[in-house]
């Protein structure tokens, strides 16, 4: 397995779009999607976003997605620059610490972290 950086704590970002499955969204969206592709793979170039996607989808949900990013700025700087939330197709966001566990060398490093926030 790769050696990964051992960053103690990272951003998600969770969005609910305007549209109840990826299916309408492509229907109605296509230049959208593209551009937050395009966007997104950039963002991933740069280190800033680690890893993005959709929700597969569930019939009582709307279309969902989340972002793993590498700070709170970067987090701020791709909801903010997105699209879907620049052309308001876009119900509910949010951001999200999240400790990473593989970090920590003991349980204890890791409940401290937890418990400091």
């Known amino acids: 397995m790769t050696e990964h950086k051992r960053q103690p704590v990272y951003y998600v970002v969770f969005v609910v779009t305007k ?13 959208q999607i593209a551009a937050h592709i395009s966007r997104s793979k950039e963002l991933h170039q740069k280190g800033t976003l680690l890893m993005s996607g959709a929700f597969l989808n569930n019939p ?44 920590y060398s003991t349980v204890l490093e890791l409940g401290n972290c937890l418990l400091s926030k």
Do not use: C, Q
């Open 19 to 31: 549209y109840k499955n990826f299916e309408e969204a492509r229907a109605k969206a296509p230049e």
């Open 60 to 103: 009582d949900e709307p279309l969902s997605t989340m972002a793993v990013l590498s700070s709170r700025e970067a987090a701020e700087d791709y909801i903010h620059g997105d699209p879907f939330f620049i052309n308001g197709m876009i119900s509910n966001w949010y951001i999200r610490e999240w400790a990473n566990m593989f970090a």
